[in-house]
């Protein structure tokens, strides 16, 4: 008797019950009550629904994205609902969501940027991997003063092969090259004149590059130009290769120009150099299958056993060889400059149709190859350059690093919180930068004939006489340089003296530009981290 008292006293444990053995379940749908129930929770979930934005609703679903594929996006920032917008472009969108962009989407998820999927929506960056101006075109003409577009109109001056190659035949950087078939008749004369040198046919598009005699180019293929081959070349334990460096141009008219300095992406091809052969392009043109540093022997006990980057573990190599490579990198500068500043008059009439100048900026690798006499000589430009690690995984700090120190230079990676990049009060904007940090040359600015009239061009910088226009070029400069993290600025060019600047040698530049260089002078004086 005790036993069955004891079996019918045992404690029902929800575990014990099943579904169909619970006659009084909430939402028993067999019967009437549960039924109902069901069906005003129903409505009540679907009310709810209704009244959530679909902003929020993509919000909540990009999070859940980012959440359950961590492992692309490491680390990520989950962005709040008020934060800055970032847009996404590219003909084919496939690409970017498949992780071709990927490291460009971790670096914006990273500083707490939301995405949006439309370019009607209120994004505060757009980032397209393709050439945007045509597409997008009637949107771009008239962006609000604080949006920002990491592409400049009319770049493909640069970064056109051909346009680069023959638009500045003086210029020594650059492998004197000839257009095909307009310039048959003058390549043919100078082949004439230089039997020893040999050239290259390259195609217009792509890596279509081969080294020709005379009588092997094809001259009716519009699709190709002629270039000078440069066949000294500094080799790397046996292997010739390409450097490619990162340049930033965040103004123009003023124009100001970065190179990024943290690191360089070095290619080195995949069979050694000599004994050469003009039919083997492994030996000589940098294919989409290089060699990486950490696969060539002579670098790995600097970029693997002691984990120094890619540029440092070349320049340890140069110097092993007496060599010494900062020659490199201040011909380098020299070369990008060359060709950047004559750009600038290019592409100016172009941006004369967008509102704001200042909302476009621009990242350009620079591709050059180094001779044996360490001469630099610019090979191409890329408008979009590779970020993807697909291929190379060790690429992606690299790459992430690049990105990351691209969008504190311009601002868009800002250590202010904000829920877009509109202006805000005033005390916010002068805790970045106040009116005391853009003025320079107290001297000539608090005495006669500044005090009296702007007249002199020597008080073109003092405050009484900068309209609003100069005051914010002088403060993007100012924040520029502040934030500038792992960039080295190329344009304005470095101060060697501040004592000794003769302003007879930039007369030859636009007037805003003369006032930009004369104005790092300025800070130079007073500090010198603003002389480089």
Same mark, same amino acid.
């Given at each position: ?14 575990k014990d ?59 990520v920032?989950v ?10 472009w590219?003909?084919?969108?496939? $690409? ?6 990927k ?32 597409a ?7 962006l ?6 990491? =592409? ?10 051909v ?39 390259k ?36 292997h ?11 103004s123009?008219?003023?124009?100001r120009?970065?190179m ?18 003009p ?24 970029y ?46 172009f ?19 180094i ?13 979009s ?5 697909? =291929? ?22 800002? $250590? ?7 202006? $805000? ?79 007879n ?15 790092f ?12």
């Open positions: 008797m005790e036993k069955k008292n004891e079996k019918e006293a045992k404690t029902v444990t929800p019950v099943s579904f169909a053995d619970n006659e009084e379940t909430f939402f028993d749908l067999r019967t009437k009550r549960g039924q109902f129930l069901f069906f005003v929770v129903t409505v009540l979930a679907a009310s709810l629904m209704a009244l959530v934005s679909k902003e929020e609703l993509r919000k909540f679903l990009l999070y859940e994205e980012i959440r359950k594929n961590s492992s692309c996006v490491s680390n920032v962005p709040s609902i008020n934060s800055p917008k970032y847009f996404m590219q003909r084919n969108i496939e $690409r970017i969501d498949n992780g071709h962009l490291h460009v989407v971790a670096v914006f998820e990273r500083l707490g940027f939301t995405r949006v999927y439309n370019e009607t929506d209120p994004w505060d960056v757009l980032w397209a991997h393709d050439y945007p101006f045509t997008l075109g009637s949107i771009l003409r008239n609000e003063s604080y949006r920002r577009v990491n =592409h400049i109109p009319a770049t493909g001056f640069v970064t056109n092969k346009d680069l190659a023959v638009s500045d035949p003086e210029n020594k950087f650059i492998p004197k090259a000839f257009q095909l078939p307009k310039d048959e008749a003058t390549f043919r004369e100078y082949a004439k004149q230089n039997p020893t040198k040999m050239f290259v046919q195609g217009n598009k792509h890596r279509d590059i081969y080294i020709r005699s005379v009588d092997e180019i094809d001259y009716k293929n519009e699709e190709t130009f002629i270039q000078e081959y440069v066949d000294n070349p500094f080799l790397v334990d046996g010739k290769f390409d450097i490619g460096i990162y340049v930033i141009i965040t123009l008219n003023p124009l120009i970065y990024y300095n943290g690191d360089i992406l070095f290619r080195y091809c995949p069979v050694k150099y000599n004994p050469f052969d039919k083997n392009i492994d030996k000589y043109v940098v294919g989409d299958d290089y060699l990486p540093t950490w696969q060539i022997p002579a670098l790995q006990k600097y693997k056993d002691q984990g120094f980057g890619m540029r440092d573990s070349f320049d340890a190599y140069v110097r092993s060889q007496g060599k010494d490579p900062k020659i490199i990198w201040s011909r380098a500068e020299e070369a990008i400059r060359s060709v950047l500043v004559k750009a600038e008059s290019q592409i100016l009439p941006l004369q149709n967008y509102q704001y100048r200042s909302s476009f900026f621009e990242m350009i690798r620079f591709d050059l190859i001779d044996d006499d360490l001469n630099v000589y610019i090979m191409e430009a890329n408008m350059p590779n970020l993807s690690s697909d =291929h190379f995984k060790p690429n992606a700090l690299l790459y992430e690093q690049v990105l990351y120190n691209v969008f504190g230079l311009v601002g868009i990676g800002s $250590r202010v919180q904000r829920d877009s990049f509109k202006r $805000r009060e005033t005390a916010t904007e002068h805790m970045q930068s106040a009116n005391k940090n853009v003025v320079v040359f107290p001297e000539i600015c608090s005495e006669a004939p500044c005090i009296e009239s702007c007249a002199a061009e020597k008080c073109q910088l003092c405050m009484s006489c900068l309209n609003s226009y100069q005051l914010f070029d002088l403060h993007a400069a100012y924040r520029e340089h502040v934030n500038r993290g792992e960039t080295k600025r190329v344009f304005p060019p470095e101060i060697n003296d501040p004592e000794k600047f003769d302003e040698e930039i007369r030859h530049l636009s007037a805003k530009n003369q006032m930009m260089i004369k104005w002078v300025g800070k130079c004086k007073v500090n010198r981290s603003w002389c480089v």
